[in-house]
């Protein structure tokens, strides 16, 4: 089992910055693929961004390349998203998952079945 636990989140105004983390344990954290995701209300999940476990590898939704940045600290058991230049629209609850299967296929996936594991969300709201 992996637990996950996000922080960092709270209210910002538009063009400023947040960091997330994610706290792991339970598991090998250096062996999991990481990925981010958001829902915002009334909307489905979305993918943000997700970090291999190599740390060789990240990947961002189209629409947030160059605001959002990916990164992890296996010495700390800690995954970060870097928000830059927050925008009202990325108000959302954002939650941190936990994908063990890309130790074997190496490469990322982006849709949340893939995901095994899932924090209980932090929330990042955005004023304009």
């Known amino acids: 089992q992996v637990q996950l636990v996000e922080s960092g989140g709270g209210l910002v105004q538009a063009g400023g910055s947040l960091r997330l983390s994610c706290a792991a344990s339970?598991?090998?954290?250096?062996?999991?693929?990481m990925g981010w995701f958001r829902q915002a209300p009334g909307k489905e999940r979305e993918f943000v961004a997700a970090i291999s476990w190599s740390a060789n590898s990240t990947y961002y939704a189209d629409s947030l390349k160059g605001r959002f940045t990916i990164s992890r600290n296996n010495a700390k058991n800690t995954v970060y998203l870097q928000m830059n230049s927050l925008k009202p629209e990325d108000t959302a609850i954002y939650y941190c998952?936990?994908?063990?299967?890309?130790?074997?296929?190496?490469?990322?996936?982006?849709?949340?079945?893939?995901?095994?594991?899932w924090g209980q969300g932090t929330q990042v709201t955005v004023s304009s």
């Open positions: 339970g598991h090998t954290f250096s062996t999991l693929g």
């Open positions: 998952a936990a994908d063990p299967g890309n130790y074997y296929r190496d490469y990322i996936v982006t849709h949340d079945t893939e995901y095994d594991y």
